[in-house]
């Protein structure tokens, strides 16, 4: 069955934390569409400076969480605090754990997740200057390239993107999980 993942994303997101899992996605046969608060593009930042520009597939406002079968978070610094304050953002993440679907969130992604309110209780990773926040939104964090809890999948930074590309895709095949937050 074709799956359609959303890649949760705007301005300062780090290029490589989304150009490759939406690779490893799209050679699944999978179709993936970039959702943001913008309308035309987002910029990326390309590990010390700003990056290429990538077309907005569908805006925030007109994205509907259960068209999808997955989300996908890349990091950056700028990125994810940017979408942690933006209430559209946080009900569209919280959709997808509502209904069990895989989420998968790399770097700094998680810090949407913090905001969104649904990490407590959960074993994740992250880029360690985040582990403090996770720590004390409830997460029992743990220092490995890639951490599986219930359909949620992080890692640590973009050198971890093998291992979080093959997990992310292994729970987007498994599809649903139980309610868990």
Known sequence: MKKK???????????IELTSPKEALEKEGWLTEIVS???????SWASTDWGKS???????????????????????????????????????????????KPVAAICHGPQTLI????????????????????????VEWQDKEVVVDKGLVTSRN??????????????IKEGKHEHSF
């Open 5 to 15: 993942i959303a890649i949760l994303a705007t301005n300062g997101f780090e290029e």
């Open 115 to 138: 905001s969104a309110g649904v990490v407590e209780g959960r074993k994740m990773t992250s880029y360690p200057s985040i582990k403090t926040d996770l720590m004390n939104a409830g």
């Open 158 to 171: 973009p050198d971890d993107l093998p291992a979080f590309n093959k997990k992310m895709i292994e729970e």
């Open 54 to 100: 990538y077309k907005v597939d569908k805006t925030l406002e007109n994205a509907n969480p259960s068209d999808y079968d997955a989300l996908m978070l890349p990091g950056g610094v700028i990125n994810p605090d940017n979408l942690r304050t933006n209430e559209k953002a946080l009900a569209f993440v919280k959709a997808f754990f509502e209904v069990g």
């Open 37 to 43: 608060p913008e309308t035309d593009s987002i910029k």
